[in-house]
């Protein structure tokens, strides 16, 4: 089945560095990659639609400067909290899809916590 | 009104039971939806997905799926234990891009 790997699991910052979560298609290539925040007790939001070779489409209310979205290859797509805070500490997740007729698969999700 | 809209619960039910979870959404357009289960820490997994109205039967799961009212659908037959999770319905609100959102969740918990 279509495998999708995402990294690191957790890490911790300090306020103000910047992180960078890896999320990779194994086993397919994807050429769109979508990127969800979770906070406790909430459901996933999508953040942005990142597209191999094009730029990012972000949701509103996210901020684009701030969460760098790169997908320079059919399997990698990352995304770089810059200048993180407290208030960026979430469970942040990337999904894809081999073609049309599948479902999402999801990466096993990187856990933030700003210090 | 949200896209995507679930009782938030939780849903108690006792081992052996049915487990009925519903689901609604709003655009029309939908064409793909999807059940994931989550996990307390955990990133969601695939459980169904359904694309045409009826139902699907996969195991001891069922999912129904209503077009003309919007309404999707997910029967767990002979709960377990180990299905308490939450669930989480998800809907493609665009037939291109793929846009994958999804409802609130349902905390399901199934008592032995």
């Known amino acids: 089945g279509a495998v999708v790997s995402q990294h690191p699991s957790w890490v911790i910052c300090k306020s103000g560095t910047s992180v960078k979560i890896e999320c990779r298609s194994l086993?397919?290539?994807?050429?769109?990659m979508f990127w969800y925040r979770q906070f406790p007790k909430q459901s996933l939001m999508l953040m942005a639609t990142?597209?191999?070779?094009?730029?990012?489409?972000?949701e509103q209310g996210v901020e684009k400067d701030k969460f760098l979205i790169n997908h320079a290859s059919l399997t990698l797509s990352t995304l770089t909290v810059t200048s993180a805070h407290p208030e960026d500490s979430s469970f942040y997740i990337c999904?894809?899809?081999?073609?049309?007729?599948?479902?999402?698969?999801f990466g096993s999700g990187t856990r933030l916590t700003v210090v | 009104q949200k896209e995507v809209e679930q009782n938030s619960g939780p849903l108690s039910v006792p081992e052996g039971a049915i487990a009925s979870l519903n689901c609604t959404y709003s655009?029309?357009?939908?064409?793909?939806f999807f059940w994931y289960r989550q996990y307390s820490g955990k990133s969601p997994e695939l459980i169904m997905s359904?694309?045409?109205?009826g139902d699907k039967e996969d195991g001891r799961f069922t999912a129904q799926l209503n077009k003309a009212s919007q309404y999707v659908s997910l029967l767990i037959r002979d709960s377990q234990p180990s299905d308490s999770a939450t669930y989480l319905c998800?809907?493609?609100?665009?037939?291109?891009?793929?846009?994958?959102?999804f409802g609130q969740g349902t905390e399901l918990s199934v008592k032995p």
């Open positions: 999904s894809a899809r081999p073609g049309r007729d599948y479902g999402y698969t």
């Open positions: 086993d397919f290539q994807a050429t769109t």
């Open positions: 990142s597209n191999e070779g094009s730029k990012a489409t972000y």
């Open positions: 655009d029309r357009g939908s064409q793909s």
């Open positions: 359904i694309y045409s109205n």
């Open positions: 998800a809907v493609n609100i665009s037939p291109r891009g793929g846009k994958l959102i």
